[in-house]
């Protein structure tokens, strides 16, 4: 079992940066496919990014070059760097783990852990 626990959510302007944490439990960071999801009120939820346990990295089109994915051993975090942050990035974020070699992790449906969400708020 691998409990999610996200912090650093907040309110911010157009332009400013957030930094979102999430802390993996019952596993570490190096054994989890990890990703990045949002759903903003009435609209389906979002693939933002992900990073698979062998370290490849992917981004949705809308983050690209604004937001980055990262993960430190050494405390056992997943971190989503967003930067340049625009009222359209307004949206709950969660955090998503999966095991396994194969899985296709811009699917939603491919993660077996989710956080609890942490609300971003980008007021124009």
């Known amino acids: 079992q691998v409990h999610l626990v996200e912090t650093g959510g907040g309110l911010v302007q157009a332009g400013e940066s957030l930094r979102l944490s999430c802390a993996p439990s019952g596993r570490t960071v190096s054994e989890l496919n990890m990703g990045w999801f949002r759903q903003a009120p009435g609209k389906e939820r979002e693939f933002v990014a992900a990073?698979?346990?062998?370290?490849?990295?992917d981004y949705g089109e809308s983050v690209k070059d604004r937001f980055t994915i990262s993960r430190e051993h050494a405390m056992n975090r997943l971190y989503l760097q967003m930067n340049n942050l625009k009222p359209e990035d307004t949206a709950v974020y969660y955090c998503a783990a999966a095991l396994g070699s194969v899985v296709i992790v811009t699917n939603s449906a491919s993660y077996a852990y989710w956080g609890q969400g942490s609300q971003v708020t980008v007021s124009s």
């Open positions: 990073i698979r346990w062998r370290n490849t990295v």
